[in-house]
């Protein structure tokens, strides 16, 4: 990170714009096959970049991996904001199950998490780059949902990101069923409108 | 599974009783102090068995530990049926939480989900010893809730398996949080009652 002022004699781009090229190298590799042919010397050749610079700015591949994924996937797991909640989950869910689903990235993704299991740095970096991230800003667009009077005020919203984005990743990891269109409609669905029977409340106290 | 009938005259013991003397030794190791520890040596050591018929009947260690877990926490996580679906899914996922988070069973059940990210074949029987099982209870007793009126009829079942204990599974593999009472009682609660405000039915067609 503290990289020093660019020497242009010398020949050496600013840092940005080399993280950048390290990102657009790698990100595509990623979705289209995965993470198992990546190796620094295959990132620095791909990206136009020395070892020792990729070296200094992410300490293991696993960490430089997660780094360019996130880069890679963050416009499409984007949250939109139509004012309308329920639309707004659905969409979102739709394009993450997308990802993890229909490209190679979420094995790249799985197979991170399942490192992560046995390798703490791995599993802190997963936790700092990428998914307190998206829980945020996931948690961001359900408060919105809370002003706007969609969401009752008293909900946990925390507790929504892992009924949602959590029962997905429950079922990409472990695969006793498929995630489909009628799964995601039934996560929101069940969440929003709650699944006990309104006409037997004295169970429900 | 296919043991000749056994042949006492050469002190071959039932399989069903091996099979137990197996689960009894290995349980409360994976309990206690996690896998690390078990090889096919040490657990034909505690369990007075030959290495031979450990391999007769669990392909590999994995395969082995999972059984042998299955086996020791089938127990504590059974389902009540006290008439009261809230109550008896906050009980179930109260002794749920405190199987993977106070006993060291619950870092072998993670590490498992780790290493089947990459290993089909613990995958597999992953889903076929365990989840599968686990969540073909939840279910029964789901549908218990429907028949007695608590649970809506067009309820799919199914995904609030992954709302409720998929959600408890994404906390402990990926903590940016952890499992707490007030996350149990949340999961509850919003996935029964809901968590759309109901004065704004219109958001919520």
């Given at each position: ?9 010398r ?34 050749r791909?990206?136009?970049v ?33 004012g ?13 199950t ?10 790249v ?19 700092r ?41 429950h ?12 799964f995601?409609?039934a ?17 429900l106290?």
């Amino acid at each position: 990170m503290q990289e020093p002022a660019p020497k242009r004699g010398r020949g050496r781009r600013p840092a940005a714009e080399v993280r950048q090229d390290v990102y657009s190298a790698v990100g595509p590799i990623l979705l289209n096959e995965g993470m198992g042919q990546l190796s620094f010397e295959r990132v620095a050749r791909e990206a136009g970049v020395s070892k020792t610079t990729l070296y200094r700015w992410w300490p293991s591949l696993g960490v430089l991996i997660l780094d360019c994924y996130v880069h890679a996937v963050e416009n499409e797991l984007a949250f939109n904001d139509s004012g309308d909640i329920k639309a707004d989950l659905t969409s979102q869910l739709t394009a993450f199950t997308r990802v993890m689903t229909k490209t190679r990235g979420g094995r790249v993704l799985t197979e991170l998490i399942g490192a992560a299991q046995t390798d703490p740095e791995l599993a802190a970096e997963y936790r700092r780059l990428y998914s307190s991230v998206r829980r945020q800003a996931a948690v961001k667009r359900l408060a919105k949902a809370q002003e706007d009077g969609q969401i009752r005020e008293e909900t946990n919203l925390e507790s929504m990101v892992d009924q949602l984005w959590g029962a997905v990743y429950h079922r990409v990891l472990i695969p006793d069923l498929p995630v489909t269109q009628t799964f995601i409609d039934a996560l929101v669905g069940n969440l929003l409108s709650g699944t006990a029977h309104s006409r037997n409340p004295n169970h429900l106290s």
